[in-house]
């Protein structure tokens, strides 16, 4: 499986973005997706996640009601749409696919994911 994140840009506090994760080969509708974040300076971390069931799930307070991840298994693209932006969420986004059989408590960790996008900045200025 080959990904590929775009959406990313410039955006004012308070602002929206949408995020899109393609797959180029291969199918998503098999796969555990999710999407990480690192900022300058920072290890990645977990965003939010989708399950191959479709069950989504999210990092915590930080981004719940904010952000809003699905996904399209017709299309086999992963969509993170985040409103409400704040200049702590400056970071590059990256998209991930792992293993459906991830037990639902490894769903955050970086390394139940095989497959990963090149990523994509997102730039909230204050």
């Known amino acids: 499986v080959q990904l590929q994140a775009s959406g990313g840009g410039l955006v004012q506090a308070g602002g929206s973005l949408r995020l899109s994760c393609v797959a180029s080969?291969?199918?998503?509708?098999?796969?555990?997706l999710a999407w990480f974040r690192q900022a300058p300076g920072k290890e990645r971390e977990f965003v939010a996640g989708?399950?191959?069931?479709?069950?989504?799930?999210y990092s915590g307070d930080s981004v719940k009601g904010r952000f809003t991840i699905s996904r399209d298994k017709a299309k086999s693209t992963l969509s993170l749409q985040m409103n409400n932006l704040e200049p702590e969420d400056t970071a590059v986004y990256y998209c991930?696919?792992?293993?459906?059989?991830?037990?639902?408590?490894?769903?955050?960790?970086?390394?139940?994911?095989?497959?990963w996008g090149q990523g994509t900045l997102v730039t909230v200025s204050s």
């Open positions: 989708n399950r191959w069931s479709g069950a989504s799930y």
């Open positions: 991930a696919a792992g293993s459906k059989t991830t037990i639902y408590s490894e769903l955050s960790k970086l390394y139940r994911y095989d497959y």
């Open positions: 080969e291969g199918t998503l509708s098999t796969y555990n």
